[in-house]
């Protein structure tokens, strides 16, 4: 059996997903997860697209024991520079260089012929092998790249020195049966395919990124470039704990690869990179949904209870997915909630713990039962490395079936507070256009959303919206066991990033 290296890129092309900007801090305690769950590479960043990008690649490079980590670079020398400068404290650095080989993007992009191309190639793979041993080369949009010059990149790549060759599906336009047949002729057709690992790279615009890895694996290749939540530009990348727990799980159809995953850090990785990035996971989403393990229909619960395997193919506490159990209450100290939250993979230091227990005491009264979900509900506000520029003190809205709703908000911003006051189409449009009012941002809400963070009446409600303000996405997220309280810091959440 041979390994199947996981390639982790929540880092990088996770981050690319619009509005899931992340600090260093952030990235670095996601880092610290991933190692825990077992990624071979962490890809950290790319390095030359800001001084912020550098410093995240850097510190994870230096913090790093066991994962590789892998900075993206361009084929120019600018990029490689930055990228083997980031890498260079890893005790295992990867560079990772890209270059499009498909006839639009040479046409369009570059007004380059492909023996142009190749040259590029050739000189980045050499000066980036100067300064880094173990150098990942991808030809960017290979699955629409004609086969001969795709076959004669590989080559060519491998032949300078590049020790993995990705096979990016850039635009998620393939299929897996195509997929199968690209790295099967890669195999066919590269007479040094041999002194290299193939992996791919799949994109999910047609929702086929786990499905064309998968296939890819069967292929041949063995190595897979995915992402936590499946988070990633545009309609996002492979997801990590759906290509881990469906080669886990078909052992009969995988049965010539392995991973090194602990699946069972899957939940907590999940949780907490959709905190940091304020990307809620919805509920039907494979192995990390929230009813992704649970039976509904009679029948369907009536067969669970008596043979697990019948409704279920996967065993929860696999994933790290126990049930919600009620964890803490009204009478439990801060010690138990300091525990409970590092077992969750939260860490926060003394005064963000103390303002999280003030809290946790506040819900404890209006709720009987404490689940983990509402410890991280709670956590999450003090987890954001947004500043707090403007503050919630109150809101009060009156509302109704026949009267106009209206609402009267009140902020702080630097100790002072300001109050105003708006109609809206209904409460939570008031709420927001108050806000404005202080504020003075001008935001357009593109998405709004409430879930419930656990089952009950009293359970908190987890607003999450989604704002643009001067052509940037901004996501926040806010949760009170009041609707439109946990609305308004939404809000204000995205806000503050927005008045950084
Ligand atoms: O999607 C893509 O092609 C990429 C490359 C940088 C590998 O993200
Ligand atoms: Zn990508």
Request: proline share 3%; net charge positive.
């Amino acid at each position: 059996m041979e390994k199947l290296i996981i390639f982790d890129t929540t880092l990088r092309d996770g981050e690319q997903a619009p509005g899931a900007s992340l600090t260093s801090k952030q990235k670095l305690e996601i880092a610290c997860q991933l190692e825990r769950l077992g990624v071979d590479v962490i890809e950290a960043g790319f390095p030359i697209a800001s001084p912020d990008d550098f410093k995240a690649v850097a510190d994870i490079a230096a913090i790093i024991k066991k994962s590789e980590v892998c900075g993206l670079a361009r084929c120019l020398p600018q990029d490689i520079e930055a990228a083997c400068q980031a890498v260079k404290n890893a005790r295992q650095p990867r560079v990772h260089l890209f270059l499009a080989t498909s006839k639009i993007h040479l046409k369009y992009k570059f007004k380059k012929a492909e023996d142009e191309i190749e040259e590029i190639a050739k000189s980045a793979l050499r000066a980036a092998r100067k300064k880094c041993g173990n150098i990942e080369f991808s030809p960017e949009d290979a699955t629409r790249t004609e086969r001969d010059f795709l076959f004669r990149m590989v080559e060519t790549a491998i032949k300078e020195g590049a020790r993995t060759i990705n096979i990016p599906d850039t635009v998620g336009y393939s299929y897996p049966q195509e997929m199968y047949s690209i790295i099967e002729g890669i195999f066919n057709n590269v007479p040094n395919i041999n002194k290299a690992v193939i992996a791919v790279h799949c994109h999910n615009d047609l929702g086929l990124a786990v499905a064309n890895s998968l296939s890819a694996v069967l292929a041949g290749a063995r190595q897979v470039h995915c992402t936590i939540n499946g988070i990633g530009e545009r309609a996002g990348n492979a997801s990590l704990e759906e290509t881990v727990m469906a080669v886990k799980t078909r052992r009969d159809v995988f049965k010539d690869v392995y991973t090194q995953i602990n699946t069972r850090e899957i939940f907590r990785t999940s949780k907490m990179v959709s905190v940091l990035t304020g990307f809620v996971v919805p509920p039907n989403k494979a192995i990390v949904g929230k009813n992704a393990f649970s039976h509904e229909s009679g029948i369907h619960q009536d067969a669970v209870l008596k043979k697990r395997e019948t409704y279920e193919i996967m065993n929860p506490r696999d994933v790290g997915a126990g049930e919600s159990v009620i964890v803490l209450g009204k009478h439990s100290g801060r010690h138990a909630l300091a525990n409970r939250l590092k077992e969750l993979g939260l860490k926060l230091d003394e005064k963000k713990l103390a303002t999280v227990f003030t809290r946790f005491k506040i819900l404890a009264d209006k709720k009987k039962d404490i689940f983990d979900d509402d410890i991280i509900a709670l956590a999450e506000e003090e987890t954001k490395e947004s500043k707090k520029i403007y503050e919630l003190v109150s809101i009060r809205v009156i509302t109704g079936t026949d009267i106009i709703p209206q609402a009267t908000v009140e902020i702080k911003r630097k100790k002072k507070s300001m109050r105003a006051q708006s109609h809206g189409d209904g409460p939570v449009d008031a709420c927001y256009k108050a806000i404005d009012k202080i504020t003075q941002i001008k935001t357009k809400l593109v998405n709004y959303k409430l879930d419930a963070v656990t089952k009950g009446k009293d359970a908190q409600g987890m607003a999450s919206v989604e704002i643009n303000v001067k052509g940037k996405t901004i996501i926040g997220r806010g949760a009170s066991t009041d609707i439109l309280e946990a609305s308004a810091k939404a809000y204000l959440d995205a806000v503050n990033k927005a008045a950084k």
